[in-house]
C-alpha cells in the first residue's frame, strides 16, 4: 500500500513561551508511513510523518520521524530543519525536538519548518555511533560522491544522506545538526561550525550559533569526508551544530539549550512568529569562542589504555601543562604517559569511557578566540 495510518494517542504536553501564548494540547492526531517520493513538504498546513527507507536485512523499512510545518508567508527553498541522532547514542537533540514536535502551534508558523527527531534510526535501535546492526556506517560521515546512488554506497546509511540531498537540502536555507559526545567524547556544552569565507554567511551562522546560549562556541576543523554540515555550508546554508551531552545520558541543560536554539533561529528568522529572550551565557555575555582547526589542538592516545583526566572540560590551561594521564595496566609499573597542551587555550573535550584505543583524540585544547 502506498500509505498506512497509524494512530498516536494524545499526551501531556510542555508549552513554549512564545508571544501567542502557551501551546494548545495535542489533539488526537495521525502519523503516516509513506515513501519519501510521497512526502509533502510544501502545502500549507502540518503534517506528521514516518518515512520509509527500506531496510537492508528484514522484510520491512527503516522508519524516520518527520514533522513539517508550511505557514502562509513559505518561499520556495527557504525554511529551517533540526536533525537529532545523526549519531544513534546521541539522545539530547531527540529529546529537545520530540517537545518542539509537540509544542509548535500551526497558527504561529510563518514558513517551511522541518523537525526530523531521529534522523539515523538504524544507528538509533542499535544505540550507538554507526548502523552498527546494519551496514556498519557513520551517517556524519556519509554525505560523499554516490551516496545512496552508487551500488558500492547502497546501504541504509548512504540512502538516507541521500534522501537528505533529494528531499530536505532543496526545501530549506538553515540547517541545524543536534549532537552529543556519545560514548567518544565529553565536551564542554557547545554549538559548533566551520571556518567560512563568506563573510555574510559566517556571521549568520555565529549568530545563529550564539542564541543557543552555550557556555563555549567551537570553530572546528573542516578536513573530514562526508560531513553533513559541510555539505550544507557549501550549499551556502547557515549551519550550526552542537555538542549538548555525553555518556549516552541526557543531560537537561543540553536539552535546554537544544530547544532554545531551534525556537531562536526559527523566530529570528521570520518562520515563526513570537519573541524570544537570551538565555544563560548568551544572556551574561560569557560565551568563549574556541576555535580546534590546527591539529596541534588534538592529543592521540600513542597506545591503547586508560584515560585519567586532570582538569575539568571548560579548563583553561598553559602549553606544556600536563592534562591528563594515559595508564598502560599491562605494562603496570611504568609511569603513566603525560597528555601535554601544545598550546594555550581551554580544555575543550576529553574521552569520557576510560579505555581509550590507540589513536583515539583523547583530549582536545583549543585555542580562544572569544
Not at 498506512?4 to 513561551?17: E, G, K, L, Q, Y
Not at 502557551?22 to 488526537?28: L, R
Not at 559526545?181 to 557547545?190: L, N, P, S
Not at 532554545?260 to 569562542?289: D, M, Y
Given at each position: 500500500?502506498?500509505?498506512?495510518?497509524?494512530?498516536?494517542?494524545?499526551?501531556?504536553?510542555?508549552?513554549?513561551?512564545?508571544?501567542?501564548?502557551?501551546?494548545?494540547?495535542?489533539?488526537?492526531?495521525?502519523?503516516?508511513?509513506?515513501?519519501?517520493?510521497?512526502?509533502?513538504?510544501?502545502?500549507?498546513?502540518?503534517?506528521?510523518?514516518?518515512?520509509?527507507?527500506?531496510?537492508?536485512?528484514?522484510?520491512?523499512?527503516?522508519?524516520?520521524?518527520?514533522?513539517?510545518?508550511?505557514?502562509?508567508?513559505?518561499?520556495?527553498?527557504?525554511?529551517?530543519?533540526?536533525?537529532?541522532?545523526n549519531h544513534g547514542n546521541e539522545y539530547e537533540?531527540?529529546?529537545?525536538?520530540?517537545?518542539?514536535?509537540?509544542?509548535?502551534?500551526?497558527?504561529?508558523?510563518?514558513?517551511?519548518?522541518?523537525?526530523?527527531?531521529?534522523?539515523?534510526?538504524?544507528?538509533?535501535?542499535?544505540?550507538?555511533?554507526?548502523?552498527?546492526?546494519?551496514?556498519?556506517?557513520?551517517?556524519?560521515?556519509?554525505?560523499?560522491?554516490?551516496?545512496?546512488?552508487?551500488?558500492?554506497?547502497?546501504?541504509?546509511?548512504?540512502?538516507?544522506?541521500?534522501?537528505?540531498?533529494?528531499?530536505?537540502?532543496?526545501?530549506?536555507?538553515?540547517?541545524?545538526?543536534?549532537?552529543?559526545?556519545?560514548?567518544?567524547?565529553?565536551?564542554?556544552?557547545?554549538?559548533?561550525?566551520?571556518?567560512?569565507?563568506?563573510?555574510?554567511?559566517?556571521?549568520?551562522?555565529?549568530?545563529?550559533?550564539?542564541?543557543?546560549?552555550?557556555?563555549?562556541?567551537?570553530?572546528?576543523?573542516?578536513?573530514?569526508?562526508?560531513?553533513?554540515?559541510?555539505?550544507?555550508?557549501?550549499?551556502?546554508?547557515?549551519?550550526?551544530?552542537?555538542?549538548?551531552?555525553?555518556?549516552?545520558?541526557?543531560?537537561?541543560?543540553?536539552?535546554?539549550?537544544?530547544?532554545?536554539?531551534?525556537?531562536?533561529?526559527?523566530?529570528?528568522?521570520?518562520?515563526?512568529?513570537?519573541?524570544?529572550?537570551?538565555?544563560?551565557?548568551?544572556?551574561?555575555?560569557?560565551?568563549?569562542?574556541?576555535?580546534?582547526?590546527?591539529?596541534?589542538?588534538?592529543?592521540?592516545?600513542?597506545?591503547?589504555?586508560?584515560?585519567?583526566?586532570?582538569?575539568?572540560?571548560?579548563?583553561?590551561?598553559?602549553?606544556?601543562?600536563?592534562?591528563?594521564?594515559?595508564?598502560?595496566?599491562?605494562?603496570?609499573?611504568?609511569?603513566?604517559?603525560?597528555?601535554?597542551?601544545?598550546?594555550?587555550?581551554?580544555?575543550?573535550?576529553?574521552?569520557?569511557?576510560?579505555?581509550?584505543?590507540?589513536?583515539?583524540?583523547?583530549v582536545v585544547v583549543a585555542k580562544d578566540v572569544?
Amino acid at each position: 500500500a502506498a500509505e498506512t495510518r497509524v494512530r498516536i494517542p494524545p499526551a501531556d504536553m510542555a508549552f513554549v513561551d512564545l508571544s501567542a501564548g502557551p501551546a494548545e494540547e495535542m489533539s488526537d492526531m495521525q502519523r503516516v508511513i509513506v515513501r519519501p517520493e510521497r512526502l509533502d513538504l510544501d502545502s500549507p498546513g502540518r503534517r506528521d510523518y514516518w518515512v520509509a527507507l527500506e531496510h537492508d536485512s528484514i522484510w520491512g523499512d527503516h522508519l524516520l520521524p518527520l514533522t513539517v510545518f508550511v505557514g502562509p508567508e513559505t518561499q520556495d527553498g527557504q525554511g529551517l530543519v533540526s536533525f537529532g541522532s545523526n549519531h544513534g547514542n546521541e539522545y539530547e537533540g531527540p529529546v529537545a525536538l520530540k517537545h518542539l514536535v509537540r509544542d509548535l502551534r500551526l497558527q504561529d508558523v510563518r514558513g517551511r519548518i522541518i523537525l526530523i527527531p531521529v534522523l539515523n534510526p538504524a544507528a538509533f535501535l542499535a544505540g550507538t555511533r554507526e548502523s552498527r546492526l546494519d551496514d556498519g556506517v557513520n551517517l556524519n560521515r556519509a554525505f560523499v560522491d554516490g551516496a545512496g546512488r552508487n551500488p558500492a554506497l547502497a546501504g541504509i546509511t548512504h540512502r538516507i544522506a541521500d534522501f537528505v540531498r533529494t528531499y530536505i537540502w532543496p526545501r530549506v536555507h538553515i540547517v541545524l545538526d543536534l549532537h552529543s559526545g556519545g560514548d567518544v567524547a565529553r565536551f564542554a556544552i557547545c554549538a559548533n561550525y566551520h571556518p567560512i569565507d563568506d563573510p555574510v554567511l559566517s556571521a549568520k551562522i555565529e549568530e545563529t550559533a550564539r542564541w543557543f546560549g552555550t557556555p563555549a562556541l567551537m570553530i572546528y576543523q573542516n578536513q573530514t569526508p562526508g560531513l553533513l554540515p559541510s555539505e550544507a555550508e557549501r550549499l551556502g546554508k547557515i549551519t550550526v551544530g552542537t555538542e549538548l551531552g555525553w555518556g549516552r545520558a541526557v543531560n537537561p541543560e543540553g536539552v535546554r539549550y537544544g530547544r532554545q536554539g531551534v525556537l531562536a533561529a526559527l523566530i529570528n528568522n521570520g518562520l515563526l512568529h513570537g519573541s524570544i529572550e537570551p538565555i544563560a551565557h548568551h544572556r551574561a555575555g560569557t560565551q568563549r569562542k574556541l576555535e580546534m582547526v590546527d591539529r596541534v589542538c588534538f592529543i592521540p592516545a600513542p597506545f591503547a589504555g586508560h584515560y585519567e583526566p586532570l582538569v575539568e572540560c571548560g579548563t583553561a590551561v598553559r602549553k606544556g601543562q600536563t592534562v591528563g594521564l594515559l595508564h598502560d595496566f599491562d605494562q603496570f609499573d611504568l609511569e603513566p604517559y603525560p597528555c601535554v597542551a601544545a598550546l594555550d587555550g581551554v580544555v575543550l573535550a576529553q574521552a569520557w569511557a576510560a579505555p581509550v584505543p590507540k589513536g583515539q583524540h583523547i583530549v582536545v585544547v583549543a585555542k580562544d578566540v572569544t
